[in-house]
């Protein structure tokens, strides 16, 4: 089995060398320290089964070096290796048709473990951002979902007790300001008064 790692760090492919080599029987590695490498190991070498890509070698033009190694060789599975994991960057970055994105900072073990996955032909996804989906989710799920941010502030500070005049005090407007917003906030919610949209809020 072939394997191609692009990195422009020698360390960094050194260090991943031993850890690829557990993927199979008879693993061969090849080694690319620039997107112009890159290309060249693919078109001399058939039969490549994997190529772990680090997103900020010299010549690799981020998304736009990944589409151009999909248009040029499109059955190959791209492992992208990155230190930034932004959501950003992890969601645009799997928009490019990757097989995966495997953060620098993910134990060898792990790591070797999402390899294993996408060679056999699945896709990995970091559990951060599949946590942070769900806590999106579940943030979003129900009536309070269509607050505003401020209407959001002003809920939590009704639930910790304070009055109008405080919670006015505390976000420097006006007391009719913080009336009219909760108007608002119980009309969204459902309820008819303060105490029930702070033991609602208390529920959240």
Not at 11 to 27: A, I, S, T, Y
Not at 144 to 149: A, F, G, K, Q, S
Not at 175 to 189: A, D, G, M, N, Q
Not at 192 to 201: D, G, L, Y
Request: net charge positive.
């Amino acid at each position: 089995m072939r394997l191609l790692i692009a990195d422009d760090h020698v360390m960094v492919r050194d260090g991943l060398r031993p850890f690829l080599l557990e993927l199979g029987k008879n693993v061969d590695v090849y080694e690319a320290g620039t997107f112009g490498e890159v290309l060249e190991v693919l078109s001399s070498v058939s039969d490549i089964r994997l190529l772990l890509l680090d997103m900020r070698m010299p010549g690799m033009d981020g998304p736009a070096g990944i589409r151009m190694i999909r248009e040029r060789f499109p059955t190959l599975p791209i492992a992208v290796l990155s230190s930034v994991t932004d959501r950003r960057t992890i969601l645009t970055t799997l928009a490019q048709g990757v097989s995966g994105f495997i953060p620098k900072r993910l134990s060898a073990q792990a790591m070797v473990s999402a390899l294993r996955l996408i060679i056999a032909g699945e896709r990995y996804v970091p559990a951060a951002l599949i946590e942070e989906d769900r806590a999106s989710m579940a943030e979003n799920d129900g009536p309070e979902r269509n607050l505003t941010t401020r209407e959001r502030e002003i809920l939590d500070l009704l639930r910790e007790g304070l009055s109008n005049k405080l919670i006015a005090r505390r976000l420097n407007v006006s007391e009719v300001t913080i009336k009219s917003h909760l108007c608002h906030v119980f009309r969204k919610l459902g309820v008819q008064n303060r105490v029930q949209a702070a033991r609602f809020a208390a529920g959240m």
